[in-house]
């Protein structure tokens, strides 16, 4: 079974300034991908980052790059010059194995929720 | 600028009575997919469909939940009777087989009083 664990329920961060988000993750799967969602107060969640589990480079958006430590299983979103519209709560989730199916569904971890203060 | 359309995003109900919550995928996407989200226990997957077809509605409380893709471009999910456990922000979300990547609607905000 995939498990994804958030344990930063909250964190605050000074306008400009970076912030690590953590995402740890379980499964027994050689394949799988990792992804980042951002959900702001509106509650739409937007699609951030993606990094697959044979990808060699980290991930990188503009401002979002994914700090991928496949041996340590974790995938860290790290967001550079925060902005006071990166206030939101953010969600790592993580996709199985195409190959066998387990591609097509998410499984969420519980979000961190972001404060960007002046 | 293609998007997941939710209808209605609001709704507030008396429990008892019957909910219907649609979905129009984006048009190409063959799979689609209901999670819900509570404070308590996150997001969690309903059900999910690929080609029309379901394929697990292992999270879904079957005596009064129920999910249907009467065609490509409509998802509807229904509770008979509400409960009031049953509020809650419910989102759909569409995508192509085995990419993984998901776009959700801007989600149904359910209460049930």
């Known amino acids: 079974a995939q498990k994804i664990t958030q344990t930063q329920p909250g964190m605050f961060v000074q306008e400009k300034e970076a912030v690590t988000l953590d995402c740890t993750y379980d499964?027994?799967?050689?394949?799988?991908?990792l992804f980042w969602y951002k959900q702001p107060s509106s509650g739409e969640m937007i699609f951030l980052i993606y990094?697959?589990?044979?990808?060699?480079q980290n991930a990188t958006e503009g401002r979002y790059s994914l700090n991928f430590q496949k041996a340590r299983k974790s995938a860290n979103l790290v967001i550079s010059a925060s902005q006071l519209g990166d206030s939101a709560m953010y969600f790592c989730?993580?996709?199985?194995?195409?190959?066998?199916?387990?591609?097509?569904?998410?499984?969420f971890g519980t979000g961190t929720q972001l404060k960007v203060e002046l | 600028d293609a998007r997941v359309t939710q209808t209605p995003r609001h709704k507030v109900t008396e429990m008892g009575q019957e909910v219907t919550m649609r979905c129009q995928p984006i048009?190409?996407?063959?799979?689609v997919f209901w999670y819900r989200q509570t404070m308590m226990q996150g997001l969690e997957l309903l059900a999910y469909?690929?080609?029309?077809?379901?394929?697990?509605d292992s999270g879904m409380p079957k005596d009064r939940f129920s999910a249907e893709m009467p065609d490509a471009t409509l998802a509807t999910l229904k509770i008979q009777p509400s409960e009031p456990r049953d509020s809650a922000v419910y989102f759909c979300a569409s995508g192509l087989v085995g990419r993984g990547l998901l776009f959700f609607g801007q989600g149904t905000r359910l209460t049930v009083v």
């Open positions: 499964t027994s799967d050689p394949s799988y991908g």
């Open positions: 989730a993580m996709r199985g194995n195409i190959l066998t199916g387990g591609g097509n569904k998410l499984t």
């Open positions: 990094q697959g589990s044979y990808d060699q």
């Open positions: 469909f690929r080609n029309r077809a379901p394929l697990d």
């Open positions: 048009l190409g996407h063959n799979t």
